[in-house]
């Protein structure tokens, strides 16, 4: 059965570092990868996906993700975070192209940067 | 493009009663879904349906239903109302062809009391 677990309900950083939301997932074949992000009162927002190809993917407002096979991983990262990228962030992953509906989302992480 | 509008925002329903969340997109997606978020428990998917007429189980169906009657409409309905549903639910579309990318309605509110 396929997975997704984010081990950090918080993650706190201050304005200015990086940052790094944490995922790591079981799936059977090639995942396809994606990071969402809710803001308060809203629905989510595509951030960024890695189907194939470079294992580093860039994404909307400065953020990207890189892809490790080997750890199952895909970390959230962003060099240098702003007060406004505090919000909740959900890891999915989908066993290839299969239209979505096979989506699973993990519980989500809380962004909180501090000015 | 409006994308996925899902109305309404909030709802109050006493027990037992039912209602329709509504939701409609105009990207001329195929796939298109219906999740329930509870506090730290993530999303969780209802149904969903992969084009009109054709609806299917998602993990947590148990009191709900749905139809798809057109490619651009997927009403939710709730039936005889329980406190255990009291949540924020998410419609959501795919078309299914571009890496499953899901765009998501901006959420309706309901609460159950």
Same mark, same amino acid.
């Given at each position: 059965?396929?997975?997704?677990?984010?081990?950090?309900?918080?993650?706190?950083?201050?304005?200015?570092?990086?940052?790094?939301? @944490?995922?790591?997932?079981?799936?059977?074949?090639?995942?396809? *990868?994606?990071?969402?992000?809710?803001?308060?009162?809203?629905?989510?927002?595509? *951030? *960024?996906?890695?189907?194939?190809?470079?294992?580093?993917?860039? =994404?909307?407002?400065?953020?990207?993700?890189?892809?490790?096979?080997?750890?199952?991983?895909?970390?959230? @990262?962003?060099?240098?975070?702003?007060?406004?990228?505090?919000?909740?962030?959900?890891?999915?992953?989908?066993?290839?192209?299969? =239209?979505?509906? @096979?989506?699973?989302?993990?519980?989500?992480?809380? *962004?909180?940067? @501090?000015? | 493009?409006?994308?996925?509008?899902?109305?309404? /925002?909030?709802? $109050?329903? /006493? $027990? %037992?009663?039912?209602?329709?969340?509504? #939701?409609?997109?105009?990207?001329?997606?195929?796939?298109?879904?219906?999740?329930?978020?509870?506090?730290?428990? %993530?999303? /969780?998917? $209802?149904?969903?349906?992969?084009?009109?007429? $054709?609806?299917? /189980?998602?993990? !947590?169906?148990? %009191?709900?239903?749905?139809?798809?009657?057109?490619?651009?409409?997927?009403?939710?309905?709730?039936?005889?109302?329980?406190?255990?549903?009291?949540?924020?639910?998410? #419609?959501?579309?795919?078309?299914?062809?571009?890496?499953?990318?899901?765009?998501?309605?901006? %959420?309706?509110?309901?609460?159950? !009391?």
């Amino acid at each position: 059965a396929q997975s997704v677990a984010q081990p950090e309900d918080q993650v706190n950083v201050a304005e200015g570092n990086p940052l790094t939301v @944490k995922c790591t997932y079981s799936v059977s074949g090639n995942p396809y *990868l994606f990071w969402y992000v809710q803001y308060p009162n809203r629905g989510l927002q595509f *951030l *960024l996906k890695y189907i194939t190809g470079d294992n580093l993917v860039k =994404g909307s407002y400065g953020f990207e993700a890189e892809f490790n096979k080997s750890q199952t991983s895909f970390h959230l @990262k962003k060099p240098s975070a702003l007060v406004s990228d505090s919000a909740l962030y959900f890891c999915a992953v989908s066993p290839g192209n299969t =239209g979505g509906f @096979k989506t699973i989302f993990g519980a989500g992480t809380r *962004l909180f940067v @501090k000015a | 493009n409006a994308g996925v509008t899902q109305t309404p /925002k909030f709802r $109050i329903l /006493k $027990i %037992g009663q039912s209602m329709t969340l509504q #939701c409609t997109q105009d990207m001329n997606h195929n796939y298109m879904y219906w999740y329930r978020q509870d506090p730290g428990m %993530g999303l /969780k998917l $209802i149904y969903y349906s992969v084009g009109a007429g $054709i609806t299917d /189980k998602g993990e !947590v169906p148990n %009191g709900y239903n749905v139809s798809r009657s057109t490619t651009e409409d997927f009403p939710l309905r709730l039936e005889l109302a329980a406190p255990s549903q009291t949540s924020v639910y998410f #419609c959501a579309s795919s078309a299914g062809q571009d890496g499953n990318t899901i765009y998501f309605g901006e %959420g309706s509110w309901l609460t159950v !009391v």
